[in-house]
């Protein structure tokens, strides 16, 4: 039931144009600071899981571990992928709410930030 709400909350965040899948997509949302909340499927392999992790470290991007597989995730969207970024601040905490608490790495945000942007964004280059 709670998968059922989740894939259901994903649907929502797909229709909406606020979901990236895939590893590349999603280091590039996260560098970007347009990513509020990172999800990783129960099937993603410990290296690809590492690699985001790192990448939402570095950004104080919240990762979570959803109960869902890739399989679940391709056939909501299309594209298998087990690293998904939701790009809204409403959204992702709609999502995190279904997810719970099954936090992985340890980026130090609220769940009601999502990503700290630097105070001279526009001068960087």
Same mark, same amino acid.
């Given at each position: 039931?709670e998968?059922d ?6 649907g929502l965040?797909r229709? @909406? ?6 590893a590349d @997509? $999603?280091i #590039?949302? +996260?560098?970007?600071? /347009?990513?509020y909340l990172?999800l990783?499927t129960h099937d &993603?392999?410990?290296r690809s899981? #590492?690699k985001?992790?790192a990448?939402?470290a ?5 990762? &979570?571990k959803?109960?869902?597989?890739m399989? =679940? +995730?391709g056939?909501?969207?299309?594209? $298998?992928?087990?690293? +998904?970024? $939701?790009?809204d601040?409403?959204? @992702?905490?709609a999502v995190?709410?279904?997810v719970g608490?099954?936090r ?5 945000? =609220?769940s009601?930030?999502g ?6 964004? /526009? =001068?960087t +280059?």
């Open positions: 039931m998968q709400k989740l894939l259901s909350m994903l965040c229709k @909406a144009g606020r979901l990236k899948l895939g @997509a $999603v #590039e949302s +996260i560098n970007k600071y /347009e990513t990172v990783l &993603l392999s410990r899981e #590492e985001i992790v990448a939402a570095y950004k104080s991007v919240k990762v &979570l959803i109960p869902l597989m399989e =679940d +995730i056939a909501l969207t299309g594209k $298998v992928s087990g690293i +998904i970024a $939701v790009t601040k409403g959204l @992702a905490n995190q709410s279904r608490s099954s992985v790495g340890s980026p130090e945000t =609220d009601s930030q990503h700290k942007r630097p105070a001279n964004e /526009e =001068d +280059i």
